[in-house]
């Protein structure tokens, strides 16, 4: 009966010599394969920190975007406000109010915001 793991032509010290290479070679590969892996998993790392920067500074744009628009109605309500608290407005009111003319409107028009 021939034993599968040892062949009587080849000796001893080829076969463990073989097995040795066999086992330097799959943890080569095993290395190689982890080398990869890390690799794959780092760049998966930097493309979501990309994306979560970019959306980050989305974010940020949005709300220098709402900050300048709060302070452009802000500016447009001074405006209307001061428009309206002016001497010329307040003549103009007072005068159409008391004489209901289209001029006077117009006048009043003219000199105060809507």
Not at 95 to 100: C, G, I, Q, S
Request: with cysteine; charged share 25%; glycine share 4%.
């Amino acid at each position: 009966m021939s034993n599968i793991y040892h062949d009587e032509s080849a000796p001893l010290w080829l076969h463990i010599m073989g097995g040795i290479l066999g086992a330097i070679a799959v943890l080569a590969l095993l290395w190689f394969a982890y080398g990869e892996y890390q690799e794959r998993k780092a760049q998966r790392a930097i493309i979501q920190m990309q994306q979560q920067m970019q959306a980050e500074r989305a974010q940020s744009h949005q709300r220098r975007l709402e900050i300048e628009r709060m302070k452009i109605q802000e500016q447009q309500r001074q405006e209307r406000q001061r428009q309206l608290s002016s001497p010329e407005c307040r003549f103009w009111t007072n005068h159409y109010r008391k004489n209901m003319t289209q001029s006077n409107l117009d006048k009043m028009m003219e000199y105060c915001p809507e």
